[in-house]
């Protein structure tokens, strides 16, 4: 907290301490409280001093100008019954024509407390005749109750005195509101260290505008100073201790008189902004003031002059009593880009100009202004710009604290360096804020900017440009300067259909390597019936011996149906012999009749279908050397017992390994 | 009234007759369409607009490198390095060997922190030469060495005669090669993995937000989405092999693969 800091009465601020001297004494380091007790003096246009001292003088000039003269004296009470804990106003009022007021003598007072409340003077000069008015108040609290009556007060002069009549006064038991007359302003509270419960001369109170905040929302932390007797010294106050608090003090200290319960006050307030940073249960410790303040005892209204001037009083130090704030935590989830502004915020950006050349700076401002913490706002954050380089210049801050509240804009500067011409744009900056009175975040972009750029002169980046030497950069051809890596542009074909699933995936494919794997599975296995079955070449023979006769037969039929006579018996022929080699095992080029005939004998085939090979053999050769004499029912003849002997042998040969 | 009721009835029918005939006509934009405009808008600098329209052509089931390429472009130029690395890696899932495609892939995951190429140049140019061919190539590669192999054993077979040694050995090797590249390529494609999209993943102990937070991920890193035997809605557990770690995190911040 910058309790360091002087703060100023608001008629300095405005320029009027000059003419108009505050009544501000410089007395303590830290604040100024105004020692008069009442706004009235306040309004004099003569510089301001101590009452007493003031009355003092007042007087001196009195005694100057006017000489002794008539003058008379009264007294009023402001009330002629007031409660046990209350005060009455008791004014005596001397005044006189061309000659020196004297000051009244106070009869002694043991049932009451009586503080001098101020002295208020009126001076004239009428047709050559002065005239002079003083009022002196003071204020009386009673010790007990009952009635009371005041002894005429006394005034005496060179050769002149005067006295008032006697006044009475009614204490009663029981507060303001049982008084008739009572006032029903708030009661102010009792100060520390003094006996009498209410209505004191002098009090203190520490204040705060809310209860529960957000974290970061400001709290206003009011400190007032009520006093209604002359204060002999300038004030001392010691803030509160704020540990969780930002703090911020909150300018220009307010004076104003108010009553409480009917008892006029000159309040002097003191304000302080207060934004707690971490959630939770926060305290404001006890605010102390330290002031010396006029005693007059028993007899305030001694006649030493000196002894008021030179400061007789009594120190006294006040204390508020501590105050507890409850810190909420900001609601969740936070959005993006939030950071932990909190206030009221509106967000402005400029460029300080459109048109530029490559390598030449730009300045981009940005403005975040409004209400709330602004020294903690966050940096701004320029997104990555293509084209420019970009560099933090600075950040000034500005506070204003109008009608108490801290408000003011936060200015970000970035200068940013066209690296290539062309279009440039600056998007838009987003800024992220809690709104406490809303509840709610709320985010603000600035506006985005288009800045032509204008190729440096010969080309590149310019010369008066800062080098720069991206990764990879100067490294290559002389002339050729690397600005900046980006992606690489789309590809934009007139159209796309879906690719589809990869190719591994894709179900026929998958089926056309399942059958080139089935293909060679087949072949294998055929390649192995033929490796068991298909190897013994007698035995493949000898199967398919009467397959193979049956069809030269039918290709004998063929040629005699075409009148080949000498074709078809050769094909009858080739049946036969063909027949008989792979049914005996024999090479059918050499196979003779005699070796078939006994080979039929060895295998055990009957005499008669022996008989029928021989004669079915010789036949056939027979038609072959004489084809012209054959006729063709002789071979349609030959044809079919070529059938029946396949038929007959078919039976009659066994398979014989 | 029956009048009305006959032509409700027969307007309803030429409704339905008028959208089978024209279906064109009451459909909505098609994705090549959506494409389209995406390119558009990404000329205009609209980035925004164009991932947008990207992203609901993609959803329209319009599957193309080209189109998840541009998407990864558009989300780059909004900040979204996850989602860009995510769209990019859709794109080399689909076509490897594009040069932009992996020019923008490195690019935006060496920004990310997590480069998909290796530093070293040995290791680079390992790493380009293993995804030299894309994975329809290398698909069709192995499918040829294989059908040779085929030719030369059913020759063999066909003709009764051992193949000749010299081709068949070498045809073998080839198709070894080609069978564990191809291998270990569709592998790794059929990896489950996500890239993170989020800022910052929190990965947790757990599949709920009051198990602590065991260590983070930043956007646009790679991990391995692993095999829940018991899926929990709105989370998955995802590992980072290369560390050892492993956990939980919310399945809004992994974009998955």
């Known amino acids: 907290m910058k309790t360091g800091k002087r703060i100023e009465p608001e008629n300095r601020r405005n320029g009027e301490s000059e003419k108009h001297p505050s009544p501000v004494l410089s007395v303590s380091p830290l604040l100024r409280f105004p020692v008069s007790p009442f706004p009235r003096f306040s309004v004099s246009p003569l510089p301001r001093f101590p009452v007493s001292c003031f009355?003092?003088?007042?007087?001196?000039?009195?005694?100057?100008?006017?000489?002794?003269?008539?003058?008379?004296?009264?007294?009023?009470?402001?009330?002629?019954?007031?409660?046990?804990?209350?005060?009455?106003?008791?004014?005596?009022?001397?005044?006189?024509?061309?000659?020196?007021?004297?000051?009244?003598?106070?009869?002694?007072?043991?049932?009451?407390?009586?503080?001098?409340?101020?002295?208020?003077?009126?001076?004239?000069?009428?047709n050559g005749q002065a005239s002079a008015s003083v009022t002196?108040?003071?204020?009386?609290?009673?010790?007990?109750?009952?009635?009371?009556?005041?002894?005429?007060?006394?005034?005496?002069?060179?050769?002149?005195?005067?006295?008032?009549?006697?006044?009475?006064?009614?204490?009663?038991?029981?507060?303001?509101?049982?008084?008739?007359?009572?006032?029903?302003?708030?009661?102010?509270?009792?100060?520390?260290?003094?006996?009498?419960?209410?209505?004191?001369?002098?009090?203190?109170?520490?204040?705060?505008?809310?209860?529960?905040?957000?974290?970061?929302?400001?709290?206003?932390?009011?400190?007032?100073?009520?006093?209604?007797?002359?204060?002999?010294?300038?004030?001392?106050?010691?803030a509160p201790q704020t540990a969780g608090f930002w703090a911020e003090d909150l300018p220009p200290q307010r004076s104003f008189t108010t009553t409480v319960r009917g008892i006029p006050y000159h309040v002097t307030e003191v304000r302080t902004a207060l934004f707690p940073t971490t959630p939770g249960k926060a305290r404001i410790g006890p605010a102390a003031l330290s002031v010396r303040l006029e005693n007059l005892g028993t007899d305030p209204f001694s006649n030493d002059f000196f002894a008021q001037f030179f400061g007789r009083g009594e120190e006294k130090t006040l204390h508020t009593e501590p105050l507890s704030i409850r810190v909420q935590a900001l609601p969740e989830p936070k959005p993006a880009g939030f950071k932990g502004a909190v206030g009221?915020?509106?967000?402005?950006?400029?460029?300080?100009?459109?048109?530029?050349?490559?390598?030449?700076?730009?300045?981009?401002?940005?403005?975040?202004?409004?209400?709330?913490?602004?020294?903690?706002?966050?940096?701004?954050?320029?997104?990555?710009?293509?084209?420019?380089?970009?560099?933090?210049?600075?950040?000034?801050?500005?506070?204003?604290?109008?009608?108490?509240?801290?408000?003011?804009?936060?200015?970000?500067?970035?200068?940013?360096?066209?690296?290539?011409?062309?279009?440039?744009?600056?998007?838009?900056?987003?800024?992220?804020?809690?709104d406490p009175e809303k509840g709610a975040y709320q985010s603000v972009h600035s506006r985005a900017f288009s800045v032509h750029v204008a190729a440096a002169p010969g080309g590149g980046s310019s010369a008066s440009a800062p080098a720069y030497a991206p990764p990879g950069a100067g490294a290559g051809a002389p002339g050729i300067h690397i600005l900046e890596e980006d992606i690489r542009y789309i590809r934009t074909p007139p159209s796309l259909s879906p690719q589809g699933a990869p190719l591994y995936r894709r179900l026929w494919f998958q089926a056309w390597m399942a059958c080139l794997f089935l293909l060679l599975a087949l072949g294998g296995l055929l390649r192995l019936y033929q490796k068991l079955f298909l190897s013994n070449?007698?035995?493949?023979?000898?199967?398919?011996?009467?397959a193979n006769a049956l069809l030269s037969a039918q290709q004998a039929q063929g040629a005699m149906e075409r009148l080949q006579t000498r074709e078809?018996?050769?094909?009858?022929?080739?049946?036969?012999?063909?027949?008989?080699?792979?049914?005996?095992?024999?090479?059918?080029?050499?196979?003779?009749?005699?070796?078939?005939?006994?080979?039929?004998?060895?295998?055990?085939?009957?005499?008669?279908?022996?008989?029928?090979?021989?004669?079915?053999?010789?036949?056939?050769?027979?038609?072959?050397?004489?084809?012209?004499?054959?006729?063709?029912d002789e071979l349609r003849q030959a044809l079919r017992t070529l059938e029946h002997v396949v038929d007959e042998l078919e039976k009659d040969i066994p398979w014989k390994n | 009234m029956e009048k009305l009721k006959n032509f409700a009835r027969a307007r309803t029918l030429w409704l339905f007759v008028f959208c089978f005939l024209f279906p064109g006509l009451v459909r909505g934009e098609s994705g090549d369409d959506l494409f389209r405009q995406g390119n558009a808008a990404y000329a205009k600098g609209q980035f925004d607009a164009a991932a947008s329209l990207y992203q609901r052509a993609a959803d329209q089931g319009l599957a193309h490198w080209i189109l998840y390429y541009d998407l990864g472009n558009a989300y780059y130029k909004t900040g979204s390095l996850g989602k860009a690395i995510a769209s990019y890696e859709r794109?080399?899932?689909?076509?490897?060997?594009?040069?932009?495609?992996?020019?923008?892939?490195?690019?935006?995951?060496?920004?990310?922190?997590?480069?998909?190429?290796?530093?070293?140049?040995?290791?680079?140019?390992?790493?380009?030469?293993?995804?030299?061919?894309?994975?329809?190539?290398?698909?069709?590669?192995?499918?040829?060495?294989?059908?040779?192999l085929f030719g030369v054993l059913a020759w063999a077979l066909w003709f009764l005669r051992p193949p000749p040694a010299e081709l068949s050995a070498a045809l073998a090797l080839g198709l070894l090669f080609f069978s564990g590249w191809l291998g270990v390529r569709i592998y790794l494609n059929e990896q489950p993995e996500g890239v993170v999209s989020a800022a910052l993943a929190e990965v947790r102990s757990g599949p709920s937000l009051s198990y602590p937070a065991n260590f983070t991920i930043p956007e646009g890193h790679h991990v391995l989405i692993l095999d829940e035997e018991e899926p929990v809605t709105g989370w998955l557990e995802v590992g980072v092999p290369d560390q050892g770690l492993k956990g939980w995190v919310p399945d809004s911040s992994i974009d998955k693969l």
Do not use: M
Not at chain 1, 537 to 546: E, S, Y
Not at chain 1, 608 to 617: A, F, Q
């Open chain 1, 55 to 126: 009355s003092a003088l007042t007087l001196l000039l009195l005694g100057i100008f006017v000489q002794a003269a008539d003058f008379q004296v009264s007294a009023a009470l402001d009330r002629q019954q007031i409660a046990l804990n209350e005060q009455a106003q008791l004014s005596v009022t001397i005044s006189g024509s061309g000659s020196a007021v004297p000051k009244p003598q106070l009869p002694p007072l043991t049932d009451f407390q009586v503080y001098s409340a101020g002295t208020s003077q009126n001076f004239s000069w009428i």
């Open chain 1, 136 to 238: 002196y108040t003071y204020v009386l609290t009673p010790l007990k109750e009952g009635h009371f009556t005041i002894a005429p007060i006394r005034v005496q002069s060179q050769n002149q005195s005067a006295q008032t009549p006697e006044l009475s006064l009614d204490v009663v038991k029981g507060d303001a509101a049982a008084v008739p007359g009572g006032s029903a302003e708030p009661a102010a509270p009792a100060p520390s260290g003094e006996r009498r419960p209410a209505e004191p001369a002098i009090f203190i109170t520490a204040t705060v505008d809310k209860k529960t905040v957000y974290v970061g929302e400001p709290v206003t932390f009011s400190f007032r100073l009520y006093n209604r007797v002359a204060l002999l010294s300038q004030p001392s106050y010691q």
């Open chain 1, 344 to 434: 009221r915020y509106a967000l402005s950006a400029g460029v300080d100009k459109d048109h530029a050349v490559v390598g030449q700076p730009l300045t981009l401002t940005l403005t975040v202004s409004g209400r709330g913490n602004i020294k903690s706002l966050p940096d701004l954050e320029v997104p990555p710009l293509s084209n420019f380089r970009t560099f933090d210049a600075n950040a000034a801050t500005n506070i204003e604290k109008k009608d108490y509240q801290v408000e003011g804009s936060k200015v970000f500067k970035t200068v940013l360096i066209p690296t290539a011409s062309g279009e440039l744009s600056i998007p838009s900056v987003p800024f992220v804020y809690f």
């Open chain 1, 537 to 546: 070449t007698r035995l493949t023979r000898f199967r398919g011996a009467r």
């Open chain 1, 568 to 632: 078809a018996a050769g094909l009858l022929a080739d049946a036969l012999q063909g027949y008989l080699a792979a049914k005996l095992g024999a090479d059918r080029q050499t196979l003779s009749l005699k070796e078939v005939l006994a080979e039929l004998k060895a295998h055990g085939v009957h005499s008669h279908d022996t008989e029928k090979v021989r004669n079915l053999w010789e036949t056939l050769d027979l038609f072959q050397f004489a084809p012209a004499q054959v006729r063709p």
């Open chain 2, 91 to 148: 794109a080399f899932r689909l076509h490897s060997t594009d040069r932009d495609l992996i020019y923008n892939l490195n690019l935006t995951s060496t920004k990310a922190g997590d480069p998909v190429l290796p530093q070293a140049s040995l290791a680079a140019l390992c790493w380009r030469l293993f995804y030299a061919f894309s994975l329809n190539t290398l698909t069709v590669l192995s499918a040829l060495v294989w059908l040779a």
